[in-house]
């Protein structure tokens, strides 16, 4: 078995490389939109407190403000009224934090239809190809739809019948959550479940079910293209915050090369 110390040398000579997944986080990240009568997450938002000046000549720092679930986010089982009595993002054990990453590429098919819903069938065919799901590890759906993060208008892709963004099937999503060996569920989008998934039963099922049985979500990944089917190590660092329903997130991916 490799040795860190071997790590360590593949880090520094590029044999493995060190891909990162983070969408940057700003004033015009896209955020989720609510319905009016619910509450809404706030946008990113910096305060500086001094900057080399009189309020501190000699550093620069800022206050900031934001949601949870702004930008790429690690959601929490608690996040969830499934998960109401399960773990906040804080009580996450570590050794779900760095974990193997399968790639189900499905970009193709998204790019045809935004609405696109991934099938239990489908994680089949791409098992029957790449071999099964890791074991305590993470599916990460690539959609393409990292490539419309800068918009908030065409991230979201709404129009008078709601958002049309893909996601899973309600049975994929109960899959997922009841018999497949991963703890989580890493998008390109700005939530795990589809932007129809209002008007699924049960409603938003990768939240309903997912959580409900104690498993974790990542949302709007940004270049999971740059990832293999299969190999990939995650790194997902979301804040060790009490109580917290989940965090921003720094994602990572060690890849070989």
Known sequence: ??????????????????????????????????????????????EEISAYDDRGPAWYWN??????????????????????????????????????????????????????????????????????????????????????SHSQTDYLNADDAGPHTPGLSPACARWLAEESPVVGLGVETVGTDAGAAAGFEPMFPCHTLMHGAGKYGLTQLQNLALLPPQGTVLIACPLRITGGSGSPARVLALVER
């Open 63 to 148: 206050n900031f403000r934001t949601g949870e679930h702004t930008g790429t986010h690690f959601d929490a089982p608690v996040h969830w009224v499934t998960g109401k009595d399960s773990t906040d993002v804080s009580a996450v054990p570590a050794r779900h934090l760095v974990a193997p990453a399968a790639v189900l590429d499905c970009s193709d098919r998204v790019s045809a239809d935004p609405d696109f819903l991934l099938e239990v069938d489908d994680i089949k065919a791409w098992e029957s190809q790449h071999g099964n799901l890791p074991e305590g590890g993470w599916l990460l759906v690539r959609t393409g739809w990292d490539a419309r």
């Open 1 to 46: 078995m490799p040795s860190l110390a071997e790590l360590v040398i593949s880090l520094m000579d590029g044999s493995v490389e060190v891909v990162d997944l983070t969408a940057p986080l700003n004033d015009t990240t896209p955020t989720l939109q609510l319905p009016p009568e619910f509450g809404q997450t706030a946008k990113f938002a910096l």
